[in-house]
């Protein structure tokens, strides 16, 4: 099992930016599919990206394409998600996850962090 910690998070004004990262554990980390997902107020999660081991292959939700950008250093076992432009309704628990699959589902993802509380402000 992969221990998955994000960081990041934090309170930002509209327009602003973040970047997000999510450490993981073990010595297989370039072979997993890394995803990004969140969770705002009484919504489901809600797929934001995946990037392969590699880092060749991305994918992005429709609400965050052309704003948002994952990246990956597997010599550092860290996944990044850069998020720019920021609007209210990013507003989100962000989690980071684990996958075997180039997935947009989350029940493709079997190792979740604990999440990290993204908040913008109007």
């Known amino acids: 099992q992969m221990q998955l910690v994000e960081s990041g998070g934090g309170l930002v004004q509209a327009g602003g930016s973040l970047r997000l990262s999510c450490a993981a554990s073990g010595r297989t980390f370039s072979t997993y599919v890394m995803g990004w997902f969140r969770q705002g107020p009484g919504k489901e999660r809600q797929f934001v990206s995946f990037i392969s081991g590699s880092g060749a292959s991305t994918a992005y939700g429709d609400s965050v394409k052309g704003r948002f950008t994952s990246s990956r250093d597997n010599a550092k076992n860290t996944v990044y998600l850069q998020m720019n432009s920021l609007k209210p309704e990013d507003t989100a628990v962000y989690y980071c996850?684990?996958?075997?699959?180039?997935?947009?589902?989350?029940?493709?993802?079997?190792?979740w962090g604990q999440g990290t509380q993204v908040t913008v402000s109007s």
């Open positions: 996850a684990a996958s075997n699959y180039l997935s947009a589902s989350r029940y493709d993802y079997k190792d």
